[in-house]
T-cell receptor
Framework: GAVVSQHPSWVICKSGTSVKIECRSL??????MFWYRQFPKQSLMLMAT?????????EQGVEKDKFLINHASLTLSTLTVTSAHPEDSSFYIC?????????????FGPGTRLTVL | DAKTTQPPSMDCAEGRAANLPCNHS???????VYWYRQIHSQGPQYIIH???NNETNEMASLIITEDRKSSTLILPHATLRDTAVYYC?????????????FGTGTLLAVQP
């Protein structure tokens, strides 16, 4: 199946700093990527939909100025957590849709664990 | 909001079949049933999907009732590596912007 990677796999940062997480589709072009957040023992919560070359669409309650999403190419989307605080500590997961698959299946990355001290 | 209902947890003995139920009584005619699983601290993994016919692949079988209001995911010979949270999701297929909305899922614990 199609492969999606994330970098870094984990990151620890100080409160107030910004952190960038990359999501790459390695062997396919992804016109649409999604960003999820998952707190311990909870389900995945969709944060935003990222379309290549256009602004991201954020879910209700997600601050677009805090979670900056850029989808500059068909294989790369980035999520920047600006001025991170301890409550932003979470598992961030991206997924990508392969336009080449008839049913537009979503492929998930391995996730990035963010810890804000 | 998620459109499916699943039991929060289930146990299964290693080597036996694991049958995971899902209720989706409000499913629309153009919505598919998808199953994903998430092993601890990893990204979700696609398992199988179907519209109205039963489906089988190398990982599992999907049984959908005739009225499509419920389905069952079957892992024919569960192993310890199948311990994970299993998510049943309904969505329209074929649209590039269609989102996957995850419910709470079922934590399947395969016991040795």
């Amino acid at each position: 199946g199609a492969v999606v990677s994330q970098h870094p796999s984990w990151v620890i940062c100080k409160s107030g700093t910004s952190v960038k997480i990359e999501c790459r589709s390695l062997d396919f072009q992804a016109t649409t990527m999604f960003w999820y957040r998952q707190f311990p023992k909870q389900s995945l919560m969709l944060m935003a939909t990222s379309n290549e070359g256009s602004k991201a669409t954020y879910e209700q309650g997600v601050e677009k100025d805090k979670f900056l999403i850029n989808h500059a190419s068909l294989t790369l989307s980035t999520l920047t957590v600006t001025s991170a605080h301890p409550e932003d500590s979470s598992f961030y997961i991206c997924s990508a849709i392969s336009s080449g698959v008839s049913y537009n299946e979503q492929f998930f990355g391995p996730g990035t664990r963010l810890t804000v001290l | 909001d998620a459109k499916t209902t699943q039991p929060p947890s289930m146990d299964c003995a290693e080597g036996r079949a694991a049958n995971l139920p899902c209720n989706h009584s409000t499913i629309s005619g153009n919505e598919y049933v998808y199953w994903y699983r998430q092993i601890h601290s990893q990204g979700p993994q696609y398992i199988i999907h179907g519209l109205k016919n039963n489906e089988t692949n190398e990982m599992a079988s999907l049984i959908i009732t005739e009225d499509r209001k419920s389905s069952t995911l079957i892992l024919p010979h569960a192993t310890l590596r199948d311990t994970a949270v299993y998510y049943c999701i309904v969505r329209v297929a074929g649209g590039a912007t269609n989102k996957l909305i995850f419910g709470t899922g079922t934590l399947l614990a395969v016991q040795p």
